[in-house]
Nanobody, 121 residues
Framework: QVQLVESGGGLVQAGGPLRLSCTPS??????VGWFRQAPGKEREFVAH????????YYVNSVKGRVAISRDNTENSVSLQMNSLKPEDTAVYSC????????????????WGKGTLVTVSS
């Protein structure tokens, strides 16, 4: 069964950049979404990219600061985050899209364990 592995998290100062990667355990081109969960909060949609590379969708709070992209040669999906804010602090996870609303976590499966992003003020 396919599994996803997230990487690239860490501690960054407010205003700085960070690039997260999501790599599946098997080579397959699929639509992927990124979600995040801050302590004490619900899992929140961040971004989604179609298996072809377009279209992409973003939550309003990250538009203009975050870009999702895919490299089908490397079989990975990246999340480039710029101008990070303390409120972006969360565990970021990726999942494979299975259908339905791209904004709902229920539409995804094969979640990875996540990578922690901490933004200091």
């Amino acid at each position: 069964q396919v599994q996803l592995v997230e990487s690239g998290g860490g501690l960054v100062q407010a205003g700085g950049p960070l690039r997260l990667s999501c790599t599946p355990s098997e080579r397959a081109v699929r639509s992927v979404g990124w979600f995040r969960q801050a302590p004490g909060k619900e899992r929140e949609f961040v971004a989604h990219i179609h298996w072809s590379g377009s279209p992409a969708y973003y939550v309003n709070s990250v538009k203009g600061r975050v870009a999702i992209s895919r490299d089908n040669t490397e079989n990975s999906v990246s999340l480039q985050m710029n101008s990070l804010k303390p409120e972006d602090t969360a565990v970021y996870s990726c999942g494979i899209y299975s259908g339905g609303s791209v904004y709902g976590a229920i539409s995804y499966w094969a979640w990875g364990k996540g990578t922690l992003v901490t933004v200091s003020s």
